[in-house]
């Protein structure tokens, strides 16, 4: 009796097979690599857009307390141009507490990187709330303080 072989015609084609289902499942990894680092490189811009904005808001409320005499109720402070807070708009509310210059005061900065058509944030700087934004990339932070 013979030993069992077979035939070379049947073998024909397996190693194709095999081919491209290792570049099927070598595509999916890279995209699934390059789905992760996308998504990593968005939260790392957001999380330092978020500092600077709070940066930001604390700038505006120190100049509220250097103006607190002579702080009007709302105003807009852009920050110094060729600046990494450049984009952010501060609005700033300041508000006595007593009667006389020297009083207690209330400053709430707002800061914001989605100016509205004034050019001012979209905010009520008075209790920090934001209008929300279209811009998956906008952030806003308040920053309050009371002397």
Excluded: H
Excluded at 18 to 37: D, E, K, W
Excluded at 80 to 92: C, D, E, Q
Excluded at 99 to 125: E, K, T
């Amino acid at each position: 009796m013979k030993p069992f072989r077979s035939s070379p015609g049947r073998e024909r084609g397996i190693g194709i097979v095999t081919a491209i289902f290792l570049l099927v499942v070598m595509a999916g990894l890279a995209a699934a690599i390059v789905s992760l680092y996308s998504g990593q490189q968005a939260t790392s811009n957001l999380d330092l857009a978020g500092a600077r904005a709070y940066q930001a808001a604390r700038a505006g409320a120190e100049w509220g307390m250097f103006r607190r005499t002579t702080c009007d109720a709302r105003t807009s402070l852009p920050m110094p141009a060729g600046t990494t807070l450049s984009a952010f708009t501060v609005i700033v509310n300041c508000s006595k507490i007593g009667n006389d210059d020297f009083g207690l005061a209330r400053i709430v900065a707002v800061a914001c990187n989605y100016p509205d058509s004034q050019g001012g944030c979209n905010c009520d700087g008075a209790v920090g709330n934001c209008a929300p934004s279209s811009n998956p990339e906008s952030v806003s932070r308040k920053v309050e303080v009371q002397l």
